[in-house]
């Protein structure tokens, strides 16, 4: 299985500031998937990443808001921008774990906005 | 779209005994995978158990099981011998077959396990 690099682990921020997290793959993969899980909730696919071209966001998601960049096959960024409290949420990278054709994460980024 | 539903937000078991996690979809494909995913406190999402729509044969991987009902759209998970590190949160996912195809999570089920 893949092993994902996600950080920060955690971000106390401001509102109206933004945020990058980063995901790096140890391995060349072709999609990546951004998740956010808000407090006591499940995973909601925020958009998926294809390198080379723009990102595919979920309904509810826009790019302004969470702008992707996908700049080789084994790294990736989301953006949270403009934050406000409800922003305050845990955010997780994956990728489809070719082996299980499940699907292995980062350790997620925990974020509170204050 | 495809739906996943836990019906049950909090079970407990003692230490060593066995405890089932319900979990039912929705979809009109035939071809599929579903998932069960542990989330511990540390939030690192782990695979624990995976079967393809397309098998008879329920998964098993160690004290895990499933029990798969296609028909009834039914995927319950079956936790043997109980321990302390099975303390988490648990949820039930469902991707189409396919390649990059994007996992849609149920609710999750919060699993206590009692000294």
Request: net charge neutral; with cysteine; aromatic share 12%.
């Amino acid at each position: 299985s893949a092993v994902i690099s996600q950080k920060p682990s955690r971000d106390i921020c401001q509102r109206g500031t933004s945020l990058t997290i980063q995901c790096q793959v140890d391995s060349q993969v072709t999609m990546m998937f951004w998740y956010r899980q808000q407090p006591g909730q499940s995973l909601t696919l925020i958009a998926t990443a294809n390198q080379g071209s723009e990102a595919t966001y979920e309904s509810g998601f826009v790019i302004d808001k969470f702008p992707i960049s996908r700049p080789n096959l084994t790294f990736s960024t989301l953006t949270v921008s403009n934050m406000s409290p409800e922003d305050s949420s845990i955010y997780l990278c994956s990728v489809e774990d070719t082996g299980s054709y499940g699907y292995t994460f980062g350790s997620g980024t925990r974020l509170t906005v204050v | 779209a495809q739906t996943v539903t836990q019906s049950q937000p909090e079970m407990s078991v003692q230490e060593a005994e066995t405890v089932t996690l319900s979990c039912t979809y929705d979809t009109s494909e035939s071809d599929y995978y579903l998932f069960w995913y542990k989330q511990p406190p540390s939030r690192q999402m782990i695979l624990v158990i995976r079967q393809e729509a397309y098998k008879q044969q329920n998964a098993t991987e160690n004290r895990f099981s499933v029990n798969f009902q296609k028909a009834a759209k039914s995927f319950s998970l079956k936790i043997s011998d109980s321990q302390l590190g099975d303390a988490a949160m648990y949820f039930c996912a469902y991707r189409t077959f396919g390649g990059y195809q994007k996992v849609t999570f149920g609710t999750g089920t919060k699993l206590q396990v009692i000294p």
